[in-house]
């Protein structure tokens, strides 16, 4: 929506509250009076931060929550899943036998020795679960991996894998 049709329905919106709070006369519609006094804020608050905010305010975020995206990274850098639970819902012990590597059954790495290659980057297939914007970053947050900066997409994630072993490949030469 532009800022012509929005600044149209809040000025339509205005003249309506405005009608009714001068036609709700007495005090038993003191309650009415107030709620479309609110409203009536809610709008001027709206209409002010639309007309103080340069047109261009959108950001496009790099992937949706959800999707699959392929991250360079070391073992060492990803944390181990805890395979049951600590405490069961008596308060009782859970069923926990300790942590494994989420990517176990889908190691990019040619070894069973985990420790010969936990400095070793690789590519890891990964799913978007939460985006964090506050003033300063964009963050994303995966399933697996540590949490990256909006900005690491295109340099240590990739929305394809094909994109990410190229990237791997050129830091290798």
């Not at 859970?94 to 020795?113: I, K, N, Q, S």
Request: charged share 30%; with cysteine.
């Amino acid at each position: 929506m532009n800022k012509d049709k929005l600044n149209a329905y809040i000025n339509q919106r205005k003249y309506e509250i405005h009608t009714g709070i001068n036609a709700a006369v007495g005090s038993k519609y003191e309650i009415e009076r107030r709620l479309m006094a609110n409203r009536l804020d809610e709008l001027l608050e709206l209409e002010k931060f639309i007309q103080s905010e340069p047109e261009e305010t959108c950001i496009t975020l790099p992937c949706k929550v959800g999707d699959t995206v392929y991250i360079i990274e070391q073992c060492c850098n990803i944390e181990g899943k805890l395979d049951g639970t600590l405490w069961d819902g008596g308060g009782g012990y859970g069923t926990a036998t300790g942590y494994y590597c989420p990517y176990e059954d889908r190691c990019p790495h040619d070894t069973d020795d985990c420790d010969m290659s936990k400095q070793d980057k690789a590519v890891f297939e990964d799913e978007a679960k939460q985006i964090i914007i506050d003033e300063n970053y964009i963050t994303i947050i995966f399933e697996n991996c540590n949490g990256k900066y909006a900005s690491d997409f295109g340099k240590t994630v990739f929305l394809s894998r094909e994109e990410a072993q190229e990237a791997i490949e050129k830091a290798g030469e």
